[in-house]
């Protein structure tokens, strides 16, 4: 329910098919006195889709930070007003950001309807760690910026994701292929929730033959991600070793090693094994 006094309220929308809107951004859409929305005939189309007729206004890179005092004013006024960007979930590589820390200094409660996320949705498809992750937003127009962005992420993050374009898909798997070697295991997710969606595996070079295996593959919003670093075979993180030692002092080896497997994802024989050598032991 929409509060007493005015509040920013950061709407999910759908990222393609519209039925992926819930129930609580319809009624929180209905009720808000403003929509701030990214663009407003985009908008404009999900909400004639919806029969919303709320008033809105443009918030978008160029004018967020003069546009959001007047939003602010509407909210302290007792006025709540919903923000939506073109598709998902505003502010992640969309506008928003300035907005919503400009509410909290002004004390505008801000309230989160959560929903649609591309990144989330391609990456729970993707088959790749999911415990981990480093989300790096939209890659860099040129080639060597994209290399020097992708060779900044450290290493341990995790399943690393980008959103990239279609026109620069095909530069940037090479790229990925410069800072990664070619043997890395990608996923290519485009068109998520569309009528042409598709999740592609492979290597950069497998996912190159694919997309120009048929010109029709190579548009629409694309969502790169990158396998984690495969860790050499034996390679124990000095993380994993910490835990393992703590649980030696307590508990039976082979019961030691098989709960330090359990917590990292290890495998349990490697730590066992590893064990057996601090205790200078054989099997």
């Not at 992926?20 to 859409?29: E, H, P, V, Y």
């Not at 007792?78 to 505003?90: I, K, M, N």
Request: glycine fraction near 6%.
């Amino acid at each position: 329910m929409i509060t007493e006094t005015g509040s920013l309220y950061v709407v999910a929308t759908p990222i393609g098919n519209l039925d992926d809107i819930s129930q609580r951004a319809i009624s929180t859409l209905q009720q808000v006195q403003w929509i701030a929305a990214e663009d407003t005939r985009h908008t404009g189309r999900l909400l004639q889709h919806l029969s919303i007729t709320a008033r809105t206004i443009a918030l978008h890179d160029h004018n967020e930070k003069h546009r959001a005092a007047s939003i602010i004013d509407k909210c302290l006024a007792g006025e709540s007003v919903a923000l939506v960007s073109d598709a998902g979930t505003p502010l992640i590589s969309d506008p928003g950001y300035s907005l919503v820390r400009q509410c909290r200094a002004a004390g505008v409660r801000v309230i989160p309807i959560p929903g649609p996320c591309a990144l989330i949705t391609a990456l729970c498809a993707a088959g790749l760690p999911t415990d981990k992750f480093h989300f790096i937003g939209f890659l860099l127009p040129k080639s060597l910026q994209r290399q020097a962005q992708l060779a900044a992420v450290p290493n341990g993050v995790g399943t690393i994701i980008c959103y990239d374009t279609a026109r620069r898909i095909k530069a940037t798997l090479q790229d990925v292929t410069e800072v990664f070697g070619p043997e890395r295991e990608l996923v290519l997710a485009k068109e998520l929730t569309k009528t042409f969606e598709h999740i592609e595996y492979g290597t950069a070079a497998q996912i190159t033959a694919w997309l120009e295996h048929d010109p029709q593959r190579c548009q629409g919003e694309m969502v790169l991600m990158i396998a984690p670093t495969p860790k050499p075979d034996g390679d124990v993180s000095e993380t994993v070793q910490k835990t393992l030692q703590l649980l030696l002092a307590e508990l039976p080896l082979k019961k030691a090693a098989a709960l330090t497997a359990q917590i990292h994802d290890e495998k349990k024989n490697a730590l066992y094994k590893l064990a057996l050598q601090w205790a200078g032991t054989e099997e």
